[in-house]
T-cell receptor, first 115, second 113 residues
């Protein structure tokens, strides 16, 4: 079974609008961390946001917020006020508590921001 | 702002040759990782390294792979006898604490001919 599922291979959003990228995860470990990374066409992996399984509040970093619904095992990324530079692949990843910190990635969502 | 660096940015090699990919993690980080991404696919974990030894490795990380921290700054991935299917982008990452955000280098694109 997939540990991280991103069901949207591609998404389009109009510039200045908000967009939600879906991510569901599967783990029986009570302690885990969820991460979002951005990969522009240049190829580098850019860390965006982190949510710990015990965090009471949803994580926010500037225009990025993580809609963490623990019971549903979902960790959707919300990007507000989309910009053309947000066009990229977005990967959701999980670190399970019992691991040495290695990340398990989803297949990614390609976001295209339209002017 | 400190960053992870990787060299070379692109490596082309013949099948069966040995390659060494180099990484300089962020200086105060203690945990180091290698990942790979075959073109168009997801990022896959290879190995984690802490306190001068491998702490975890995936099924991909077989006997042809090895990692080393030869000095206080470099972290290397060696592929002993490259195969066509080793062609991928290889990312090095580091984190200050276990489980914290990992900062990735820009990657080395390995092409095996």
């Amino acid at each position: 079974a997939q540990k991280i599922t991103q069901t949207q291979p591609g998404m389009f959003v109009q510039e200045k609008e908000a967009v939600t990228l879906d991510c569901t995860y599967d783990t029986s470990d009570p302690s885990y961390g969820l991460f979002w990374y951005k990969q522009p066409s240049s190829g580098e992996m850019i860390f965006l946001i982190y949510q710990g399984s015990y965090d009471q509040q949803n994580a926010t970093e500037g225009r990025y917020s993580l809609n963490f619904q623990k019971a549903r095992k979902s960790a959707n990324l919300v990007i507000s006020a989309s910009q053309l530079g947000d066009s990229a692949m977005y990967f959701c990843a999980m670190r399970e508590g019992g691991s040495q910190g290695n990340l398990i990635f989803g297949k990614g969502t390609k976001l295209s921001v339209k002017p | 702002e400190p960053e992870v660096t990787q060299t070379p940015s692109h490596q082309v090699t013949q099948m069966g040759q040995e390659v060494i990919l180099r990484c300089v993690p962020i200086s105060n980080h203690l945990y180091f990782y290698w990942y790979r991404q075959i073109l168009g696919q997801k990022v896959e974990f290879l190995v984690s390294f802490y306190n001068n030894e491998i702490s975890e490795k995936s099924e991909i990380f077989d006997d042809q792979f090895s990692v080393e921290r030869p000095d206080g700054s470099n972290f290397t991935l060696k592929i002993r006898s490259t195969k066509l299917e080793d062609s991928a982008m290889y990312f090095c990452a580091s984190s200050e604490f276990r489980g914290h955000e990992q900062f990735f280098g820009p990657g080395t694109r390995l092409t095996v001919l």
